[in-house]
């Protein structure tokens, strides 16, 4: 081969080898951001929430739920009745309206009772009906997700129109004293074990044995049964692999977690960079070392 010839492959070998130093770190970063967005995505962007009806001479309700401006129900829950609670559901974060109508009331009437509610990425949310039928109001409730090292939390919701006020405590420890009715107390952290928890109004009286195991949060309600009182044991948080807990059988529709997508495709770019960044080094540091070319150089004919 003509030496002008051998410069030349020479001269192009090398400018690719550079073109694939100042290349590859550009595909290895795109490579690495768009793999990250993927599980970055589905980490963020999604709430959690749910619905209660807590006001003991209420009538059953229709529970709608809406985006924000929005005319059409996410979900429509019927004859909701004094005492449910609701599972949570996976919800896009954003602003959404919550709205209540008396059973089989059509949906195009005004609702008895609304308020709205903003979603942050990552938190859970109670809405709850609290108070008599008169001075019924919707309560949005923050929850929580994590707790102290070794620790269970408990709030106390006290939803008993028959005993205005009550106590509850968990062994010997005092959760609350004198709490009034359609009122909720912060999350109060608890040393784990299972514990007799006791709520007392007036002459009435209730114990249930109620395990607070470590990591756990839970929502106690204290609701009227005709003639006496009993403690409802909400598990709104069972660790970090199970946030939150207690979703219904019966979901949101179209609201629920899809799949992220693969991974795959940004991994072969990933891949890609690294063969490229390999093939740059090794022609950078020796860019004329091309014993192949030189192999095939013609014989000498004497």
């Known amino acids: 081969?003509?030496?002008?010839?051998?410069?030349?492959?020479?001269?192009?070998?090398?400018?690719?080898?550079?073109?694939?130093?100042?290349?590859?770190?550009?595909?290895?970063?795109?490579?690495?951001?768009?793999?990250?967005?993927?599980?970055?995505?589905a980490a963020t962007g999604t709430g959690w929430l749910r619905l209660a009806?807590?006001?003991?001479?209420?009538?059953?309700?229709?529970?709608?739920?809406?985006?924000?401006?929005?005319?059409?129900?996410?979900?429509v829950l019927h004859h909701v009745a004094y005492g449910t609670v609701s599972g949570y559901e996976t919800v896009a974060a954003g602003e959404y309206t919550v709205a209540m109508r008396g059973a089989g009331?059509?949906?195009?009437?005004?609702p008895v009772l609304s308020t709205t509610?903003?979603?942050?990425?990552?938190?859970?949310?109670?809405?709850?009906?609290?108070?008599?039928?008169?001075?019924?109001?919707?309560?949005?409730?923050?929850?929580?997700?994590?707790?102290p090292k070794g620790k269970s939390l408990v709030r106390i919701i006290q939803a008993s129109l028959d005993q205005h006020r009550v106590t509850v405590t968990a062994g010997n420890k005092v959760l609350v004293r004198n709490l009034n009715f359609g009122r909720v107390t912060s999350y109060v952290a608890v040393p784990a074990g299972t514990w007799t928890v006791h709520a007392t109004g007036g002459d009435e009286h209730v114990a249930s044995s109620i395990s607070l195991a470590a990591g756990t949060i839970h929502t106690i309600?204290?609701?009227?049964?005709?003639?006496?009182?009993?403690?409802?044991?909400?598990?709104?948080?069972?660790?970090?692999?199970?946030?939150?807990?207690?979703?219904?059988?019966?979901?949101f529709g179209g609201t629920a977690p899809r799949p992220a997508p693969s991974n795959l495709p940004w991994l072969a770019l990933i891949?890609?960079?690294?063969?490229?960044?390999?093939?740059?080094?090794?022609?950078?540091?020796?860019?004329?070392?091309?014993?192949?070319?030189?192999?095939?150089?013609?014989?000498t004919v004497t």
């Open 117 to 147: 509610i903003d979603i942050h990425a990552g938190d859970a949310y109670t809405v709850a009906g609290l108070g008599p039928y008169k001075g019924l109001r919707l309560q949005v409730l923050k929850d929580r997700l994590t707790t």
């Open 53 to 75: 009806h807590l006001s003991p001479n209420t009538p059953p309700v229709d529970v709608y739920l809406y985006s924000f401006h929005n005319p059409n129900a996410m979900i």
């Open 1 to 41: 081969m003509r030496t002008r010839d051998k410069s030349s492959i020479i001269s192009r070998v090398s400018r690719l080898g550079r073109l694939a130093l100042l290349l590859a770190p550009a595909s290895l970063l795109v490579g690495s951001l768009l793999c990250a967005a993927p599980a970055a995505s």
């Open 271 to 299: 891949f890609g960079g690294l063969v490229l960044c390999l093939a740059g080094a090794r022609w950078a540091v020796k860019p004329h070392g091309l014993h192949a070319f030189r192999s095939r150089r013609p014989k």
């Open 221 to 251: 309600v204290v609701l009227d049964d005709p003639g006496h009182l009993v403690l409802d044991n909400l598990v709104d948080a069972a660790g970090s692999k199970v946030i939150p807990a207690g979703a219904p059988a019966t979901g």
């Open 105 to 110: 009331a059509a949906s195009t009437s005004p």
